[in-house]
């Protein structure tokens, strides 16, 4: 097999962090060859150093992070490269493409760009409980669906239009559905689109990354990041991650209730992206013309009445009292030492191990993706 460039753009809430955590943890491999990961997780802060390239002058010094890739991926010892980070799914195409061009490609005889793409409403509402959690929204859904179709953050067809144009073949689009991901597994399939069905790959066991949280953890970390709103943006994600990880790792001993659209909710959305799902379904999925389809489902699925997210729902007032008092006291000691606490956070929720073959770039040191 040539020597490949593999690189990986998300999107968000498309699989990322388990293709992210398969790689980085060597978890993936190919029968007599040798893949590098540079990244303790993900690359998110490639796309800001790409930035700065492009908008530097030409005789400008190049970014460290850059210069070190490149010297790195000249010293060789190694057969196929990964990058992932899905913050590059807001990146222009174009720049992309040259930053790829001047720094990657040389030292490779061939590529493959990357992408999956998580339908409308499923999207929808896995954003929203990430922003939630990390502490980036407070609002409830209806608030978060105007904003999100201010920015056009979910519109997908014009953006993947212009990678497709960009990268040509090299471009593999695919959507995030169990049942057309290879194997079920969306790291199955990312290892199948980016080394053919015929590269000798072993997957160790997947392990469960970026679990869903039920309402009530849901509820209980909004109330948590209430208390901690005066924090900077980068610690409030830290915390949200680190305690949702804790959270996920002590069972519930009561009942779980599943984050979901109400049908009023879900008919808005449908109404809003129908006309994006259809582009897609009629090409590139025209194989598998889905976009619509899970749309309908959203609708059809959808409890009638919107869920409760008020904590005086879920919790007793002496309970209230308890994470009020814990998560100031949490606020107080984070902001003693903002980048030592995000360091911290960040490695609890990675069970953060540096590897050998790993660069010592410390992972409180990414931008972190937005969902």
Known sequence: MPPKLIFHIGQHKAGSTAIQDAFSTGSV???????????????????????????????????????????????????????????????????????????????????AVICYVRPHAARFLSSYAERVKIGWFQGGMRDFHAAVVKDQQFFYAPRLAMWAEVFGADFHLRPLRRDLLAGGSVVQDFARTAFGPD??????????????????????????????????????????????????????????????????????????????????????????????QELDRAVDEAPAEPQSLNPADHFDADELRRVEAMAELAATLIAADPKGARSALTRMRMGYQASPDQTDEDPSDEDPADD
């Open 29 to 111: 491999s190919i029968e007599g060859q040798r893949i590098l990961y540079t990244a303790p997780l993900s690359h998110n802060h490639l796309p800001a150093q790409f930035e700065a390239w492009l908008k530097a002058d030409a005789a400008a010094e190049v970014p460290p992070v850059l210069a070190a890739l490149e010297k790195k991926l000249a010293e060789g010892g190694y057969d196929h490269a990964v990058f992932s980070a899905e913050d590059f799914e807001w990146s222009d195409p174009e720049g992309v493409a040259r930053v790829l061009e001047r720094f990657f490609l040389p030292f490779f005889d061939e590529m």
């Open 199 to 292: 590269a000798p790959v072993t997957i160790a066991a997947e392990r469960i990354s970026n679990e869903a949280l039920c309402v009530e953890d849901l509820v209980l970390l909004r109330h948590v990041q209430r208390q901690l709103r005066k924090l900077p943006r980068l610690q409030r994600h830290a915390a949200g991650w680190a305690l949702a990880q804790a959270l996920l790792n002590r069972p519930r001993a009561g009942a779980s209730t599943p984050l979901a659209l109400d049908r009023a909710m879900a008919a808005q959305i449908r109404k809003t992206y129908l006309a994006d799902a259809r582009i897609l379904d009629r090409s590139p999925f025209a194989a598998t013309p889905v976009m619509e």
